[in-house]
């Protein structure tokens, strides 16, 4: 329904105006989801986060460009947190239970349960699930 469609990306901007949050109306939420401190968080269109998942401020779920499956922005599992200043970017999968730090930049896929944190410029390290 085309007014429908209209309807949404009108709140939409103007929740993106007055709270400092971009959650395109397209994006795909799961149940649970806690987005503390809001501000500044991005959320593409076809991005999609999973149940449970912990996202602080300043976080981007965004697009690079690139275009792999038909979709251009990540999928996030359940259970993940997501540091402030995060960014995850392009058609990727973040696993169940994953953490991004703090101002990570993630651009690959993450296996579930994976630890991602910023080490310098551009740089990350990947700390593997631990055995239970």
Known sequence: DVGAKQLALLLQGRASAAFGVDIHPGATIGAGIFIDHASGVVIGEQAAVGDDCYILHGVTLGATGKVKHG????????????????????????????????????TKDLEAGATVIETGFMSNRVLKPRKR
């Open 71 to 106: 979709r251009r922005h990540p999928h996030v599992g359940s259970g993940c947190t997501i540091g402030s200043g995060a960014s995850v970017l392009g058609p990727i999968s973040i696993g169940d239970g994953c953490t991004v730090g703090a101002n990570a930049v993630v």
